[in-house]
């Protein structure tokens, strides 16, 4: 199958000239492709293999990032590699991209990970100026009294200082899938089995956050999911499953870090992917 465009509709699809003033490129003589200047405007390239140049600079279509929403399950990693050989959330997706996944979860924790190679929104989530919040169902030993859900937050003295104000609600019994079709989960006083789940929300990521805060207030955390990034949500994604966030979330999840141009450029690019692969 030929996957050869008109040489004007590259140069357009790269962002350096509209289409006319492409053409006008071309018949300047202003085009090269593989080495050879080229005048004629109906030629046809191959923007994937041919080398086109304007003035000399190497011009290359637009790349849409990838971006995956992921179920981590328990014992795998949150990182690219690990020297002891054990599963990380790189052996779950099948792709042919460098990702990496952008902030943490603790090797026991489960739930949502964003994988991407776009390094300009992992930095914007993972900084702590833009407070991107996390949102966390904690299984705990016992019930938080409400003076314990205050203090968790108003701030937790931990080894590096005071945690930031976060929300903190008992959810109840019911499994973290029921809580999550539920959508906002009732909430109840007691557990007859001496656990409740503990809905946690933070705008910042220190290391083993939530299981320490909990602890702090004397309740350690037996399971820890993680349900929400920015305006991403797990929904019901099973453990190990995974999928390309929809091009809405990827401009929801891009706009909430103020990347509301990158949006438009990464949805140009995924638009200009799509009709190289129908051609
Ligand atoms: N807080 C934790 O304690 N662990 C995680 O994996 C994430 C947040």
Request: glycine fraction near 8%; aromatic fraction near 2%.
């Amino acid at each position: 199958m030929s996957e050869k465009v008109r040489l004007q509709k590259v140069i357009a699809a790269a962002g350096i000239a509209s289409r006319r003033k492409a053409e006008e490129l071309i018949r300047a003589g202003r085009v090269r492709v593989n080495g050879q200047v080229v005048r004629e405007l109906g030629t046809k390239v191959d923007p994937e293999k041919d080398v086109i140049e304007v003035d000399g600079v190497e011009i290359r279509p637009p790349q849409a990032h990838e971006y995956i929403i992921l179920h981590k399950p328990r014992g795998v990693l949150s990182t690219t590699s690990d020297p002891l050989h054990r599963p990380t959330v790189l052996d779950l997706v099948q792709t042919s991209r460098r990702l990496f996944p952008v902030g943490r979860l603790d090797a026991d924790s489960e739930g949502l990970i964003l994988l991407t190679d776009d390094g300009t929104l992992a930095e914007r989530l993972t900084h702590p100026r833009y407070g991107h919040e996390k949102e966390y169902l904690a299984l705990v030993i016992g019930v938080p009294t409400s003076k314990e859900l205050k203090a968790l937050e108003r701030g937790i003295v931990l080894e590096e200082g005071r945690t930031q104000p976060a929300q903190v609600t008992v959810l109840g019994r019911r499994t973290p899938q029921e809580l999550l079709d539920a959508g906002v989960p009732a909430l109840r006083k007691e557990s007859p089995k001496g656990f409740s789940w503990v809905r946690v929300v933070l705008k910042e990521g220190k290391k083993h956050q939530v299981r320490r805060m909990l602890k702090a207030v004397g309740h350690p955390v037996i399971r820890l999911i993680r349900v929400g990034l920015g305006p991403l949500r797990l929904g019901r994604l099973g453990p190990g499953e995974w999928r390309p966030l929809t091009p809405k979330e990827q401009r929801r999840l891009l706009e909430s870090v103020g990347l509301a141009r990158e949006a438009q450029k990464q949805s140009r690019a995924l638009k200009a992917e799509g009709r190289r692969r129908k051609k």
